[in-house]
């Protein structure tokens, strides 16, 4: 059994919430790529509790409201003031339409999930969140996927402007009244995090594959912003969807495809760094993404208790610091890029 020990408490920004340096991604217990049974996915939240892991990263989308009940069945059994509840907004799920938009879930519930920025759209969505959550408040409120990745260029202008004109008003009224305890967004491009960041108050950004063992864009603009601002960090996909994880393998997914070759090429020498070194690409890929002092979370999904107990274990682990610097030799990582000392603290 891994000790509680083994996972630190970081300070999110400029928030008085401390998070554990190791977080609970939930995207897997809304049936993503495979069904789960209800008593797996509760006991793999409720393991992640036991292993010191406070910060629970869900949303609607999730199983389109599936991970965010589990979510809340795994909750009711631990003191609410124990866990950090993260969800978002940007969707609300329609009961009396189905499903059939290609978002990735196999199972989940049969509701069709809505795209809506505006306040009204926002506070329904939050509503629909607490009551299957089953809590009154939330610590964590993001706007989910307002990049060009989900919506295409054409589009995006018109997303940003609708999640500032209304999902934004929507959330600092809820922070002003203590509904929400910190606000921010969850997207997959560093440059719209530097658009919000630009555009209003934020508390916490959650940013997914864009600061990884084997890129680092955010390196150059936001996370300097971040930390000027007090922004507090939570970073998604630290395995770029795959390959970090099962290394340059046939089949090995970037960015949800087949890896290209310079990827795959990329990846294989990364690879062989650590291999040198003692130490598995998905741990030094864990280590890394936690270097940098903006971060204060990695959110890491898992679909059983097992995998749960693995990410702790990698967490863990020790990584030296002579990894880092023959990667930085091997121009494999950005010689700007913080390293970690040890294990996160």
Same mark, same amino acid.
């Given at each position: 059994m891994v000790s509680q020990s083994a996972l630190p408490r970081r300070l999110l920004g400029r928030t008085a919430i401390q998070v554990s340096a190791l977080g609970f991604g939930t995207a897997p217990l809304g049936d993503l790529y495979r069904k789960l049974d209800d008593a797996t996915a509760v006991a793999a939240v409720g393991r992640a509790f036991e292993l010191g892991i406070n910060l629970l990263d869900t949303s609607p989308l999730y199983g389109h409201g599936l991970s965010e009940h589990r979510c809340g069945t795994a909750i009711r059994r631990v003191p609410r003031q124990d866990i950090v509840v993260c969800t978002k907004v940007?969707?609300?799920?329609?009961?009396f339409h189905g499903r059939g938009d290609g978002s990735g879930f196999v199972g989940g519930q049969p509701h069709q999930a809505v795209i809506d920025y505006s306040y009204d759209g926002t506070m329904r969505s939050v509503e629909q969140s607490?009551?299957?959550?089953?809590?009154?408040?939330l610590d964590l409120l993001l706007i989910h996927d307002v990049d060009v990745w989900t919506h295409g260029a054409d589009a995006i202008e018109d997303r940003f402007r609708e999640a500032m004109a209304g999902a934004y008003v929507a959330l600092d009224r809820l922070r002003g009244e203590g509904v929400v305890a910190g606000i921010g967004i969850?997207? +997959?491009? $560093?440059?719209?995090?530097?658009?919000?960041?630009? &555009?209003?108050?934020?508390?916490?950004?959650?940013?997914?594959?864009r600061y990884s063992l084997l890129e680092q864009p955010a390196l150059e603009h936001f996370l300097p912003l971040a930390q000027q601002q007090g922004i507090g960090v939570m970073l998604g996909g630290v395995f770029n969807s795959g390959i970090l994880a099962t290394g340059a393998v046939s089949g090995a997914k970037y960015n949800y495809q087949d890896a290209p070759p310079e990827i795959l090429a990329k990846v294989a020498r990364i690879e062989g760094v650590c291999s040198a070194h003692g130490v598995a690409l998905s741990t030094a890929a864990l280590h890394f993404a936690l270097g940098h002092p903006a971060v204060a979370s990695v959110v890491l999904g898992a679909q059983?208790?097992?995998?749960?107990?693995? +990410?702790? $274990?990698?967490?863990?682990?020790?990584?030296?610091? &002579?990894l880092w610097t023959d990667l930085k030799a091997e121009h494999l990582i950005d010689t700007d890029a913080p390293v970690p000392s040890s294990v996160p603290g």
């Open positions: 940007g969707r609300w799920m329609d009961p607490l009551l299957r959550l089953g809590t009154d408040r969850g997207v +997959n491009e $560093a440059e719209m995090c530097v658009r919000f960041a630009q &555009a209003g108050s934020f508390d916490t950004m959650l940013l997914a594959g059983n208790p097992q995998e749960v107990e693995r +990410n702790v $274990a990698a967490l863990s682990s020790k990584v030296p610091s &002579a």
